[in-house]
């Protein structure tokens, strides 16, 4: 097998992972939505237009760029409707372009509302549009033949640039201090995928979850303070029965030691 690996999406978690791998030595390309874009990812990675409007135009690409892995990163976005049609044109392609493995990034929000410890076993209970959309394509990857694929769920994205100091600084009257957090750095996500592209065989879904779960107000008063920012306030109880998710299989599975297992750690801005 080659080492040509299409990611979908330029953004957040894409673009870092794009110049990770390539300079792990994979030839990258990634993709962005608009069609004049100028910028550029990094030397070693290829940045081209995809747009899952234009289902033939994809599937052309895909066949042109020989890509044997397709990383899927792309999140809902409030103009785009249509987000499961999108996941299906890529899914279409991706049979019509001879790719073998599909890697899906997920999030812990198929979970919806559910409580307790969350783990790679427990059932999906989507809330939002979104969350549904992810896992009618989780399941259809599922089902998939033409080529090998898995999920990886990601719970909540951070890192300096994404700071979770000013998710809630200031705000007043929050909800559920004694809720656990579920979070996980940049780096982290970027260390999975990069250890998932390397394993065989690949399971069905994995989970990306920082070990360490402190509450939200313990969290987020630290991460505010870190940046100096006014710390939020909370009512005086509730949430410790939210659910707390568990990532801890899927790193021993793909020996993965978690480089920002502390989050609260990991928002200390030096």
């Known amino acids: 097998m080659n080492n040509n690996i299409i990611i979908i999406g330029s953004g957040w978690l894409g673009s870092p992972l794009a110049v990770h ?29 995809l747009n899952t409007a234009h289902p033939s135009h ?4 895909l066949s042109k760029l020989n890509a044997t892995t397709m990383i899927v990163a792309i999140p809902p976005i409030r103009d785009n409707n249509n987000y499961f049609e999108s996941l299906m044109v890529l899914s279409n392609a991706a049979k019509e372009a001879n790719i073998k493995r599909v890697l899906f990034i997920s999030s812990s929000s198929v979970w919806g509302t559910n409580t307790g410890l969350i783990d790679e076993q427990s059932e999906v209970s989507p809330a939002s549009d979104s969350a549904k959309a992810m896992v009618r394509f989780e399941q259809h990857l599922e089902q998939q033949t033409d080529f090998s694929s898995t999920t990886l769920r990601l719970t909540g994205l951070f890192n300096v640039q994404r700071h979770p100091g000013r998710f809630l600084a200031g705000r007043t009257g ?42 939200r107000k313990d969290f987020y008063t630290h991460a505010a303070a870190q940046l100096g920012l ?3 306030e909370f009512v005086n109880a509730g949430g410790s029965d939210a659910k707390s998710i568990s990532g801890d299989a899927s790193a021993a599975q ?17």
């Open 58 to 61: 994809v599937t052309s690409t």
């Open 254 to 270: 793909l020996n993965y030691q978690y480089v920002y297992a502390d989050i609260m750690q990991a928002t200390e801005v030096n």
């Open 230 to 232: 006014t710390a939020p």
């Open 174 to 215: 929050l909800a559920n201090p004694d809720a656990v957090v579920n979070m996980i750095h940049q780096h982290d996500c970027i260390g999975l995928i990069t250890q998932l592209l390397q394993h065989q065989p690949w399971q069905s879904v994995y989970i990306g979850c920082a070990p360490s779960h402190p509450t």
């Open 21 to 49: 791998l390539a300079n792990q030595g994979y030839r990258v390309t990634a993709t962005t939505r608009a069609p004049n874009e100028t910028r550029s990812i990094a030397d070693n990675v290829a940045l081209t237009a």
